[in-house]
């Protein structure tokens, strides 16, 4: 009986401490989903003079808590000692975390569960102690809850080991990143103008699927990088919020934790100040990319810039008794003057890339003086069309051309680069992404894009010229043609008028006003002077003609104009730093880049913008709407076009705590999906 009654006090003794060293688990009843426990692991260390506790957190259902980092809506947990009650000292580790966007709003942590592995070091080694703290956890869902809960740990050295813990331990302690010994940072940039931070690392076995993240510094806030790998280098952007509006990070040593497959190191790093270029997003596949280019080529050739150019191309083909060869060849040779316009525009493009301006297309329009010499041709060819002058080359050069073979040749070739130069200012669907790729891609990949654009845009002159019976079967010439060219003559007129209007910034509204009454009285004259009040009576004719087609049109889309067309909505200028700041406020952003010269631009406008419901919508209470016009060069929104790996206008984009990433909308805009967008980036809660 003694010895049974012995071996149960040794069966006590030995189970006692096991019991001690643990907390067991801990739930607060006003907030039943989280239990905590705190739990020596393993027997007093002595060659490295800590006691192994694991500090163990469960969350059930979609619960999560933070990393000691955690983001612009998150609070770090935090654990309290009283040095008089505890004569240790405590080395949290931190596993590495996840990171959660919710309502637009981003943060780092853990859910389900969560094993954080501390290093208990005694004042005297080797002793038994105590930790008696305060554990203030915070957990979150849609709502977060902070809750404390005591914590009270004797230690023992003596304890037995547990494998099951001992076990548990080291699982924790293989999450948590390790210091660096392979990955290095190169440079860490602070960008105080663009309120980013640009971190150069670089890793010999090269990148896979990694990720980064960066320790909080003061006020400031780190959001989710862009990340571009090149082999063994990888380039992190953070845009970094933060409540000073003075803040500087400029000499700042940053803690930086990098992760791939099987890897994950922590190093730390100096940041010094600079400016950022902007980060080249990641391009769609090559051939992807050439056959946009195809199609926006192609698609250019309706635009009312380009669409006059055909036109006349095919009238004076219809002029005269010509054979195959006679109809191909001018064809050919107005395609080829595309192509040649194409592949100058691309070694354009290549010379400023590399000088380091700012680039993107239809960038010529941002020049008056470009665009008035396009006002003087575009003025020119309408005038000639009406007859008011005809230009006639000397006897003498007139009889060598005409004896030389493709004599006229030069003209056609003319004619099709023409076209390319009023085509720049139109962005067609396609066209802003092919450009885009190509403007940030390697030299032969940037011409091999523009070569797919030419093609796209020569390809409906290609085709006449493989299939010139097209053209016999069109009606025969007659006294129809004089009135035909007429109509080309005002297409073109439209097209000074337009650009007359680009210019009224620059001339002012009187010069303006009377140059374009020059250029409309003009026409009018040369058909009275040449044809009599006939002449005089068709040229009023045509334009009652085109102002009634307008009626008639205004008339169909009645449902969709009924509302005003002034732009009375609040813009504001466009501020990239402020998007952010909005969306996690819970408002919307409705991101407009436009220019006076960009037709699509125009269209949008009118057609979508300013008429309800997109116009009524835009106003409502938790609506920012901002607009970043670039009718004259600026350096910002260039950038801010290639971040969004777009280089022409226009573009659209919403923000929203239901898109917090932003969605960018297509070129030309549509009521349902402009509406679709807004109502997508609403608060989903």
Not at 659 to 673: F, N, R, S, W, Y
């Given at each position: 009986?003694?010895?049974?009654?012995?071996?149960?006090?040794?069966?006590?003794?030995?189970?006692?401490?096991?019991?001690?060293?643990?907390?067991?688990?801990l739930?607060?009843?006003?907030?039943?989903p989280?239990?905590?426990?705190?739990?020596?692991?393993?027997?007093?260390?002595?060659?490295?003079?800590?006691?192994?506790?694991?500090?163990q957190?469960?969350?059930?259902?979609?619960?999560?808590?933070?990393?000691?980092?955690?983001?612009?809506?998150?609070?770090?947990?935090?654990?309290e000692?009283?040095?008089s009650?505890?004569?240790?000292?405590v080395?949290?580790?931190?596993p590495?975390?996840?990171?959660?966007?919710?309502?637009?709003?981003?943060?780092q942590?853990?859910?389900?569960?969560?094993?954080?592995?501390?290093?208990?070091?005694?004042?005297?080694?080797?002793?038994?102690?105590t930790?008696?703290?305060?554990?203030?956890?915070?957990?979150?869902?849609?709502?977060?809850v902070?809750?404390?809960?005591?914590?009270?740990?004797?230690?023992?050295?003596?304890?037995?080991?547990?494998?099951?813990?001992?076990?548990?331990?080291?699982?924790?302690?293989?999450?948590?990143?390790?210091?660096?010994?392979?990955?290095?940072?190169?440079q860490?940039?602070?960008?105080?103008?663009?309120?980013?931070?640009?971190?150069?690392?670089?890793?010999?076995?090269?990148?896979?699927q990694p990720?980064?993240?960066?320790?909080?510094?003061?006020?400031?806030?780190?959001s989710?990088?862009?990340?571009?790998?090149?082999?063994?280098?990888?380039?992190?952007?953070?845009?970094?919020?933060s409540?000073?509006?003075?803040?500087?990070?400029?000499?700042?040593?940053?803690?930086?934790?990098?992760?791939?497959?099987?890897?994950?190191?922590?190093?730390?790093?100096?940041?010094?100040r600079?400016?950022?270029?902007?980060?080249?997003?990641?391009?769609p596949?090559?051939?992807?990319?050439?056959?946009?280019?195809?199609?926006?080529?192609?698609?250019?050739?309706?635009?009312?810039?380009?669409?006059?150019?055909?036109?006349?191309?095919?009238?004076?083909?219809?002029l005269?008794?010509?054979?195959?060869?006679?109809?191909r060849?001018?064809?050919?040779w107005?395609?080829?003057?595309?192509m040649?316009?194409?592949?100058?525009?691309?070694g354009?493009?290549?010379?400023?890339?590399?000088s380091?301006?700012?680039?993107?297309?239809?960038?010529?329009?941002?020049?008056?003086?470009?665009?008035?010499?396009?006002?003087?041709?575009?003025?020119l060819?309408?005038?000639?069309?009406?007859g008011?002058?005809?230009?006639?080359?000397?006897?003498?050069?007139?009889?060598?051309?005409?004896?030389?073979p493709?004599?006229?040749?030069g003209?056609?070739?003319?004619?099709g680069?023409?076209?390319?130069?009023?085509?720049?200012?139109?962005?067609?669907?396609?066209?802003?992404?092919?450009?885009?790729?190509?403007?940030?891609?390697?030299?032969?990949?940037?011409?091999a894009?523009?070569?797919?654009?030419?093609?796209?845009m020569?390809?409906?002159?290609?085709?006449?010229?493989?299939?010139?019976?097209v053209?016999?079967?069109?009606?025969?010439?007659?006294?129809?043609?004089?009135?035909?060219?007429?109509?080309?003559?005002l297409?073109?007129?439209?097209?000074?008028?337009?650009?007359?209007?680009?210019?009224?910034?620059?001339?002012?509204?009187?010069?303006?006003?009377?140059?374009?009454?020059i250029?409309?009285?003009?026409?009018?004259?040369?058909?009275?002077?040449h044809?009599?009040?006939?002449?005089?009576?068709?040229?009023?004719?045509?334009?009652?003609?085109?102002?009634?087609?307008g009626?008639?049109?205004?008339?169909?889309?009645?449902?969709?104009?009924?509302?005003?067309?002034?732009?009375e909505?609040?813009w504001?200028?466009?501020?990239?730093a402020?998007?952010?700041?909005?969306?996690?406020?819970?408002?919307?952003?409705?991101?407009?880049?436009?220019?006076?010269?960009?037709?699509?631009?125009?269209?949008?406008?009118?057609?979508?913008v300013l008429?309800?419901?997109?116009?009524?919508?835009?106003?409502e209470?938790?609506?920012?709407?901002?607009r970043?016009?670039?009718?004259?060069?600026?350096?910002?929104?260039?950038?801010?076009?290639?971040a969004?790996?777009?280089?022409?206008?226009?573009?659209?984009?919403?923000?929203?705590?239901g898109?917090?990433?932003?969605?960018?909308?297509?070129?030309?805009?549509?009521?349902?999906?402009v509406i679709?967008?807004?109502?997508?980036?609403?608060?989903?809660s």
């Open positions: 009986m003694i010895r049974i009654f012995s071996f149960f006090i040794l069966l006590l003794a030995t189970t006692l401490p096991l019991q001690a060293a643990d907390t067991g688990w739930q607060a009843p006003e907030h039943p989280v239990q905590v426990r705190l739990v020596q692991t393993g027997p007093y260390d002595a060659v490295n003079n800590y006691y192994p506790a694991l500090l957190v469960r969350l059930q259902d979609d619960w999560k808590t933070y990393w000691r980092s955690p983001g612009e809506g998150g609070i770090a947990p935090r654990l000692w009283p040095s009650k505890n004569p240790l000292s080395n949290w580790q931190w590495l975390p996840e990171r959660f966007t919710l309502l637009g709003v981003e943060t942590g853990y859910r389900h569960e969560v094993d954080f592995p501390l290093q208990l070091t005694p004042a005297d080694a080797g002793k038994p102690a930790f008696e703290g305060l554990l203030t956890l915070p957990s979150c869902t849609t709502i977060c902070l809750t404390e809960y005591s914590l009270t740990l004797p230690l023992d050295p003596q304890m037995a080991t547990d494998e099951t813990l001992n076990h548990q331990y080291q699982q924790a302690v293989s999450r948590v990143p390790r210091a660096a010994s392979l990955i290095q940072a190169e860490l940039v602070w960008d105080p103008v663009a309120k980013q931070l640009d971190i150069s690392l670089t890793n010999p076995r090269g990148w896979q990720a980064v993240y960066v320790d909080e510094l003061d006020s400031s806030i780190f989710q990088p862009q990340l571009t790998v090149n082999d063994t280098r990888l380039q992190a952007r953070f845009k970094v919020g409540w000073d509006p003075e803040l500087n990070l400029d000499g700042q040593v940053v803690v930086i934790t990098a992760t791939d497959e099987g890897l994950a190191e922590e190093l730390a790093g100096a940041i010094t600079g400016t950022l270029p902007p980060v080249a997003a990641t391009a596949p090559l051939g992807l990319v050439l056959l946009y280019a195809l199609l926006g080529g192609l698609i250019l050739n309706i635009m009312p810039c380009v669409l006059p150019v055909l036109g006349l191309k095919l009238n004076s083909l219809l005269g008794h010509r054979s195959r060869a006679d109809v060849r001018p064809l050919l107005s395609a080829l003057g595309i040649l316009s194409f592949w100058a525009l691309a354009f493009m290549l010379i400023l890339t590399w380091g301006a700012q680039l993107g297309w239809g960038i010529q329009f941002q020049q008056p003086g470009f665009i008035g010499f396009m006002l003087l041709v575009t003025a060819f309408s005038l000639n069309l009406f008011l002058f005809e230009l006639r080359l000397p006897t003498a050069m007139s009889t060598w051309l005409a004896t030389r493709g004599h006229g040749n003209g056609h070739l003319l004619q680069m023409f076209a390319t130069l009023l085509a720049t200012p139109c962005s067609a669907p396609f066209l802003g992404t092919a450009v885009a790729v190509a403007l940030a891609s390697s030299p032969l990949v940037l011409i894009i523009f070569t797919g654009l030419g093609l796209g020569a390809l409906p002159w290609l085709v006449l010229a493989l299939f010139p019976g053209i016999g079967a069109l009606p025969r010439p007659g006294p129809w043609m004089i009135r035909v060219k007429w109509l080309f003559g297409m073109l007129l439209a097209t000074s008028l337009w650009l007359l209007s680009l210019l009224q910034s620059t001339l002012g509204n009187t010069a303006t006003l009377v140059l374009a009454a250029l409309i009285v003009l026409p009018l004259w040369s058909l009275l002077r044809y009599g009040s006939r002449g005089l009576l068709f040229g009023l004719a045509g334009i009652m003609l085109l102002g009634a087609a009626g008639v049109g205004a008339l169909v889309t009645q449902s969709r104009w009924v509302s005003p067309v002034t732009d909505l609040d504001q200028p466009l501020d990239p402020r998007i952010e700041r909005e969306v996690a406020a819970g408002k919307r952003v409705f991101i407009d880049i436009t220019a006076d010269w960009c037709i699509t631009c125009q269209a949008n406008k009118i057609g979508v008429r309800d419901p997109v116009y009524s919508a835009l106003q209470e938790d609506m920012v709407l901002m970043g016009d670039w009718t004259r060069p600026d350096a910002a929104i260039t950038d801010y076009l290639r969004n790996q777009r280089a022409g206008i226009p573009f659209n984009q919403v923000f929203g705590p898109l917090p990433q932003g969605k960018a909308l297509e070129v030309l805009l549509t009521t349902d999906k679709e967008a807004l109502n997508e980036s609403r608060n989903k």
